[in-house]
């Protein structure tokens, strides 16, 4: 028997829980489930119009904390079971906890860093009460429930991301065009791989172009850098683009110089469009980017290591056919949106 589902999340906005959301909400709309969206955010944060153009429902709580909370109670009654996808969200209730404790309620924890919020850790601590299942998108983000909550890390289980497999449009040339698709902060590194690039022989260097997608506190120091690069080596800046098609073929290869992940999302939709991923070694990253086989891992900070990564694909760019195929083959086997949909789905019914 199916059930009325109902996800909360603190906005729509551009980011690896809101696309999970996305990617959900609309696989659950297409197998005929009751699903509704429950919104913190605004009502023209970008994936509210993807979502509702797939039919499904959004309801963005609006007014003072009175008024929200008349109208979440309002929804509450309706639905079955309640997803939960944000800590902020986990804090925003705590006034209304004892009209969860009747519902089935599911936490997903999609990342391994919180921002600074007061009443963080007490409204987790009162969750305990009404969540009756809790699970993270990565074995690292289920490992950092301790600190971060005070929870015990075997109360919560993992269930993986999920992503549409795409299709890959853009055939290869002898010039090699480097992809980013990040919130652009400081974590994640980004001028690194100017440095790498410019660490490249010259002659190498004409044959690169670096295409940015999002937006961020830090865009603006990175423009900044990105004029530093010779003439030769072109940077592009996209801000957020929505529609994936229009992101993944752009590029020939992702890369990451994070100093820290869990597992991001754009990582896994590179890959399910074919493209292989140059990452640093970090969080659940290395249990998809499979050295020398779906791409490519280095260390930390390690500009020499990644200059000699593109080094080796500028010379040989075949492999990044190569490495693409096997990259899209271990999306499809592992992360396809609906094999995530019967995974939450037993939890849904579980109760």
Known sequence: MKKKILHLVSSLEVGGAEKFVKNLSIEQQQQDDWVKVISFGRKHDPFQAVIEKNAVEVVNLTGNFFA?????????????????????????ILPLFPFFIMKQV???????????QSLLAISHQVARLYLN??????????NSVSQRYGWK????????????????????????????????????????????VLMLPTELQHNVD?????????????????????????????????????IYNAFDVLVMCSDTEGLPMSILEAMGYGIPVISTNVGAIPQVVL?????????????????????????D?????????????????????????RDYNKLYLSK
Do not use: C
């Open 68 to 92: 929200r909370s008349k109208q979440l109670i309002r929804q509450l009654k309706q639905a079955d079971v309640i997803h939960i996808h944000s800590p902020s969200v986990i804090r925003a």
């Open 106 to 116: 599911i936490y997903t924890i999609h990342g391994e860093v919180d921002p600074p």
């Open 133 to 142: 299942n809790t699970v993270a998108v990565s074995p690292s983000a289920k």
């Open 153 to 196: 890390s075997h109360q919560v289980g993992v269930i993986k991301n999920g992503i549409s497999v795409g299709n890959k449009a853009k055939q290869l040339t002898k010039k090699v065009t480097l992809g980013v698709v990040s919130r652009i902060i400081p974590l994640k590194n980004i001028p690194m791989l100017f440095d790498a």
């Open 210 to 246: 670096i295409q940015i997608f999002g937006d961020g506190s830090e865009l603006d120091n990175v423009k900044v850098k990105a004029k530093q690069l010779s003439q030769q080596i072109p940077v592009s800046f996209h801000g957020n683009v929505i529609d994936e098609n229009d």
């Open 291 to 315: 050295a020398q086989k779906t791409g490519w891992l280095y260390p930390v900070r390690a500009t020499a290591a990644l200059a000699a990564i593109l080094q080796e694909i500028i010379n």
């Open 317 to 341: 760019n075949s492999i990044i056919d190569e490495f693409g195929s096997q990259a899209q083959a271990l999306v499809k086997e592992h992360y396809d949106i609906s094999m995530v949909y």
